[in-house]
């Protein structure tokens, strides 16, 4: 196991401002996004029509479109819709798990930001894009994870997120030999925000960064091996979250990890191994 030698800003912040951001962020943007579409059914498109991102009415004075525009849907048949924020919904929840909810909600709130300002540059912005980055993120860091595509061809995470960005670079081409620079551009923020958020992980990749051994991380199986000789000894517990207590006596299915982060040998649950406040001694 390994780890950078310094956490970049955007770590320090979320682990020194661990009740940043909206939990179960995407739940609430699936469901604007749906009643909006079914909304749209009735209105014939006109409740979008208000809410979409429209650069020249903006700077004319309809400054709600530079929020409402996140809970347009890029789909106006029901299926297709439901299916979409579901899919959002499902690749949001997980994303949340793995990086915490102060990191995931920067993250989002990041790619609404940068669409916002190429899009009073250009004069149009979608959430189509910062949605999709949403998957490219789990599938850089669950590429060989399968998925059923179109819930019966079982395939690679990483080999859709190819096919997504093959198909957004086609779009992208024909618009551009079109002339039609606004939806050319459209995706540039939402891939800008994407490397922003996984440098780290393509640093690496890419050997930008060099990578040392942890002592820390190093003792972690010393510090297991004593965690279990104890347990021997005592008949008790043999991991602790130090956050809210519990043991794998009180849950025996609970998975507990060490936080190579914080100064000593630290056990958290899986709840809390993301959102923890990091302990330093100095």
Request: aromatic share 16%.
């Amino acid at each position: 196991m390994y780890r950078n030698d310094h956490y970049g800003p955007i770590d320090r912040f979320c682990a020194k401002h661990p009740g940043f951001g909206v939990p179960n962020l995407m739940m609430y943007m699936a469901i604007g996004q749906g009643i909006v579409g079914l909304l749209d059914l009735f209105t014939r498109g006109g409740l979008s029509g208000l809410m979409m991102f429209n650069g020249a009415h903006i700077l004319a004075g309809q400054v709600w479109r530079l929020i409402t525009f996140v809970l347009v849907p890029t789909d106006s048949n029901p299926f297709y819709l439901l299916l979409s924020c579901y899919i959002y919904y499902w690749t949001g929840q997980m994303l949340e798990r793995e990086w915490g909810t102060a990191k995931f909600s920067l993250f989002y709130l990041s790619g609404v930001v940068l669409s916002a300002l190429l899009g009073l540059a250009v004069g149009y912005a979608s959430i189509y894009y910062i949605n999709l980055s949403i998957f490219l993120v789990i599938a850089t860091l669950y590429g060989e994870m399968q998925v059923l595509f179109m819930f019966v061809i079982p395939i690679k995470m990483k080999w859709l997120a190819i096919l997504d960005v093959v198909l957004i670079l086609v779009d992208v081409v024909q618009f551009a030999q079109m002339g039609v620079w606004v939806f050319a551009l459209a995706p540039l923020a939402s891939f800008v925000n994407y490397f922003i958020f996984t440098w780290p992980f393509w640093s690496m990749k890419l050997g930008f960064v060099r990578r040392r051994a942890d002592p820390q991380v190093i003792n972690f199986r010393r510090a297991q091996k004593q965690a279990q000789k104890k347990a021997r000894e005592t008949g008790g517990y043999l991991h602790k979250c130090a956050v809210c207590g519990l043991t794998d006596q009180d849950d025996p299915n609970m998975e507990f990890r060490y936080c190579s982060k914080c100064d000593g040998y630290y056990c958290y649950c899986a709840n809390h191994i993301n959102s923890h406040i990091h302990i330093r001694q100095d």
